[in-house]
């Protein structure tokens, strides 16, 4: 088992080190001044830029940029916001906690309510029972996420008035303890659920392919030739039998969860690194934009490894294939 | 081609997708024709509720609603299937050359592909976005730059597979250059399963248009109903409509493009969701 992981960690350095250099490929291409296009659409005093010159190694050849751009990076070094007054890493590290609250709240709720609604529509007796449940998943697939939370904002936040409109928390509260959590469990609500039917639409359509699929397998005929009862066979087989491929697809998603749902956060102006992706774009604020990308690069392979290691652990055959 | 057309109308999915998509393409192409007013044309004060004058109300500066989502599906449907389309082109030459040639150059553009599908999806648009701006052509190399590996993973596999048969081998034999068996003898063979993606990719492509349309960084030049979304998100105590009508007309092509798919997975692979043991009554 050691040696699947070292394995997996050796295989994911090279990813890394390859999505570091995509990233400087692509800045490469941006047209005009380099150092414009690291601070982005501000004046740029001579003093900042022989520093970032200097850092860079912009007048150097584009083989040492590249080795000064990993060295930087190596030092955790994301650079600084010029116009936030801040280094990247910092920005970044704030906003990362909130996102991972929201994404997994999402997940908790989404999860569960899509594998069960994969699975009765795959094991239902009734057809029309699979087609409301299809449908109903295909309107959810099609509805992009930031528009389901424009109308449950006008529908929960302004009509009925139940939660708050934006945000992650009053500008002022007194509230402590258990007020406290249930003043931001109302300001969580609202995008939390608007994450979930995102997720539940997607993990209930993987859910039904997958049980399909595990329905047509071998020992599901030895169980019906064991006289095995239906729930007995959904129970025991299917349903561990068809998840198994889902939560390799959420183990993903929720590493991409952490770039943050961008166009949700947007929607209710929840301060995650979606928003502070967003923010940076608009500002043209390049160091950000590029600190964000990296981040989120970097924690999608982080899970995929996780997720990967986890499966080793869970089953034995994948440890075995390598 | 016509049989499949033919096949796809006596799909349950696929004769609803049809219809679905056919009327927005009407709709697209006769706009100007059926829309009331013009998309810049201030027609009544602003922000008046759907009535009779106007079915969708106006907007935030008087312009009617119905016009404006009526305009907005020609620039919506075009960024969708020329981001797809080129996506197809990009993705399937990767997965063409990838496929039949095996070896160093398989090697190294399927990691590539994979590179690419680290990244959400809306991060490298948004990335590209940032760097290069968002034209309308750069709007379709970000979305396409974005999707591509997904067309070419599946054309990879497709002449992986194909690549083996007989046929192959005998127009090897007969000593045929490479162009005429990869472009006249596999291609053909190996296209019915990418028609689905593409069908996919385009729903795919409206969907990000219209995310990036409402965060206010598509084309300031054009109309699109994520454009739409994005001064309706200001509005949405006093103006509902503004917000509700452009997003059914993206949900509306999104589920049509779906359907159309699903129809023709069930045309291209007709065995695809039959169950084949099932579950004791």
């Given at each position: 088992?050691?040696?699947?992981?070292?394995?997996?960690?050796?295989?994911?350095?090279?990813?890394?080190?390859?999505?570091?250099?995509?990233?400087?490929?692509?800045?490469?291409?941006?047209?005009?001044?380099?150092?414009?296009?690291?601070?982005?659409?501000?004046?740029?005093?001579?003093?900042?830029?022989?520093?970032?010159?200097?850092?860079?190694?912009?007048?150097?050849?584009?083989?040492?940029?590249?080795?000064?751009?990993?060295?930087?990076?190596?030092?955790?070094?994301?650079?600084?916001?010029?116009?936030?007054?801040?280094?990247?890493?910092?920005?970044?590290?704030?906003?990362?906690?909130?996102?991972?609250?929201?994404?997994?709240?999402?997940?908790?709720?989404?999860?569960?309510?899509?594998?069960?609604?994969?699975?009765?529509?795959?094991?239902?007796?009734?057809?029309?029972?699979?087609?409301?449940?299809?449908?109903?998943?295909?309107?959810?697939?099609?509805?992009?996420?930031?528009?389901?939370?424009?109308?449950?904002?006008?529908?929960?936040?302004?009509?009925?008035?139940?939660?708050?409109?934006?945000?992650?928390?009053?500008?002022?509260?007194?509230?402590?303890?258990?007020?406290?959590?249930?003043?931001?469990?109302?300001?969580?609500?609202?995008?939390?659920?608007?994450?979930?039917?995102?997720?539940?639409?997607?993990?209930?359509?993987?859910?039904?392919?997958?049980?399909?699929?595990?329905?047509?397998?071998?020992?599901?005929?030895?169980?019906?030739?064991?006289?095995?009862?239906?729930?007995?066979?959904?129970?025991?087989?299917?349903?561990?039998?068809?998840?198994?491929?889902?939560?390799?697809?959420?183990?993903?998603?929720?590493?991409?969860?952490?770039?943050?749902?961008?166009?949700?956060?947007?929607?209710?102006?929840?301060?995650?690194?979606?928003?502070?992706?967003?923010?940076?774009?608009?500002?043209?604020?390049?160091?950000?934009?590029?600190?964000?990308?990296?981040?989120?690069?970097?924690?999608?392979?982080?899970?995929?490894?996780?997720?990967?290691?986890?499966?080793?652990?869970?089953?034995?055959?994948?440890?075995?294939?390598? | 081609?016509?049989?499949?057309?033919?096949?796809?109308?006596?799909?349950?999915?696929?004769?609803?997708?049809?219809?679905?998509?056919?009327?927005?393409?009407?709709?697209?192409?006769?706009?100007?024709?059926?829309?009331?007013?013009?998309?810049?044309?201030?027609?009544?004060?602003?922000?008046?509720?759907?009535?009779?004058?106007?079915?969708?109300?106006?907007?935030?500066?008087?312009?009617?609603?119905?016009?404006?989502?009526?305009?907005?599906?020609?620039?919506?449907?075009?960024?969708?299937?020329?981001?797809?389309?080129?996506?197809?082109?990009?993705?399937?030459?990767?997965?063409?050359?990838?496929?039949?040639?095996?070896?160093?150059?398989?090697?190294?553009?399927?990691?590539?592909a994979e590179l690419f599908q680290i990244l959400p999806v809306i991060v490298v648009v948004l990335f590209a976005i940032a760097l290069?701006?968002?034209?309308?052509?750069?709007?379709?190399?970000?979305?396409?730059?974005?999707?591509?590996?997904?067309?070419?993973?599946?054309?990879?596999?497709?002449?992986?597979?194909?690549?083996?048969?007989?046929?192959?081998?005998?127009?090897?034999?007969?000593?045929?250059?490479?162009?005429?068996?990869?472009?006249?003898?596999?291609?053909?063979?190996?296209?019915?399963?990418?028609?689905?993606?593409?069908?996919?990719?385009?729903?795919?492509?409206?969907?990000?248009?219209?995310?990036?349309?409402?965060?206010?960084?598509?084309?300031?030049?054009?109309?699109?109903?994520?454009?739409?979304?994005?001064?309706?998100?200001?509005?949405?105590?006093?103006?509902?409509?503004?917000?509700?009508?452009?997003?059914?007309?993206?949900?509306?092509?999104?589920?049509g493009l779906n359907l159309l798919a699903d129809g023709l997975n069930e045309v291209v692979n007709p065995r695809a969701g039959q169950?084949?043991?099932?579950?004791?009554?």
């Open positions: 088992m050691a040696r699947y992981v070292l394995l997996r960690l050796l295989q994911a350095i090279p990813m890394v080190a390859c999505v570091v250099i995509l990233v400087f490929v692509l800045l490469q291409f941006t047209p005009g001044d380099p150092v414009q296009a690291i601070v982005g659409d501000y004046p740029v005093p001579p003093a900042f830029r022989a520093a970032i010159v200097l850092q860079y190694h912009l007048d150097d050849t584009l083989p040492v940029r590249l080795l000064h751009f990993f060295i930087n990076l190596l030092h955790g070094d994301l650079g600084y916001s010029y116009q936030q007054q801040e280094f990247v890493a910092t920005l970044i590290l704030q906003r990362a906690p909130r996102t991972l609250l929201l994404a997994a709240s999402a997940f908790v709720i989404g999860v569960p309510v899509g594998i069960g609604i994969g699975l009765i529509s795959a094991t239902t007796r009734s057809g029309n029972v699979d087609r409301f449940w299809t449908t109903a998943v295909l309107v959810g697939y099609a509805i992009p996420g930031f528009w389901l939370g424009q109308l449950l904002v006008i529908l929960f936040a302004m009509q009925l008035g139940w939660f708050p409109t934006q945000g992650m928390a009053p500008v002022f509260s007194r509230a402590s303890g258990t007020a406290f959590v249930l003043e931001r469990v109302r300001y969580l609500a609202l995008p939390a659920i608007t994450y979930a039917v995102y997720e539940a639409t997607r993990v209930a359509r993987l859910m039904r392919a997958s049980t399909i699929e595990t329905l047509g397998a071998g020992y599901i005929v030895t169980a019906r030739a064991k006289g095995l009862s239906r729930g007995a066979i959904i129970r025991g087989h299917i349903l561990r039998n068809s998840s198994l491929p889902v939560l390799t697809v959420m183990g993903y998603a929720f590493g991409v969860a952490m770039g943050g749902a961008v166009l949700i956060e947007t929607v209710f102006s929840w301060p995650g690194i979606g928003l502070l992706l967003i923010e940076a774009i608009r500002n043209r604020d390049n160091q950000v934009v590029v600190g964000v990308v990296l981040f989120i690069s970097l924690a999608v392979i982080v899970m995929n490894l996780i997720v990967d290691i986890l499966y080793g652990l869970l089953d034995p055959r994948i440890r075995a294939g390598r | 081609m016509r049989g499949m057309l033919g096949r796809l109308a006596g799909t349950r999915y696929g004769i609803a997708g049809l219809l679905i998509m056919l009327v927005l393409v009407l709709l697209a192409v006769f706009a100007p024709v059926l829309a009331p007013y013009g998309p810049r044309q201030q027609v009544g004060i602003s922000l008046l509720p759907p009535s009779r004058a106007f079915p969708m109300g106006t907007d935030n500066i008087g312009r009617d609603m119905l016009s404006l989502v009526l305009i907005s599906t020609r620039a919506s449907l075009l960024i969708g299937v020329t981001a797809a389309l080129a996506a197809l082109l990009v993705g399937g030459t990767v997965g063409m050359l990838a496929g039949y040639w095996r070896g160093t150059t398989e090697a190294v553009l399927m990691r590539l290069f701006g968002s034209s309308f052509w750069l709007l379709i190399a970000a979305v396409a730059l974005a999707i591509w590996p997904l067309e070419a993973r599946l054309i990879y596999g497709q002449f992986v597979n194909l690549r083996q048969r007989e046929f192959v081998a005998a127009a090897i034999v007969a000593d045929m250059p490479a162009w005429h068996i990869v472009l006249r003898e596999i291609l053909p063979n190996a296209l019915p399963p990418v028609i689905v993606q593409v069908a996919l990719d385009a729903s795919l492509a409206i969907l990000i248009e219209s995310g990036l349309g409402f965060l206010g960084l598509s084309d300031a030049n054009m109309v699109s109903w994520g454009q739409l979304l994005f001064p309706a998100q200001t509005y949405l105590q006093s103006a509902w409509w503004m917000s509700v009508f452009p997003g059914v007309a993206i949900c509306i092509a999104v589920i169950r084949l043991v099932g579950l004791p009554e």
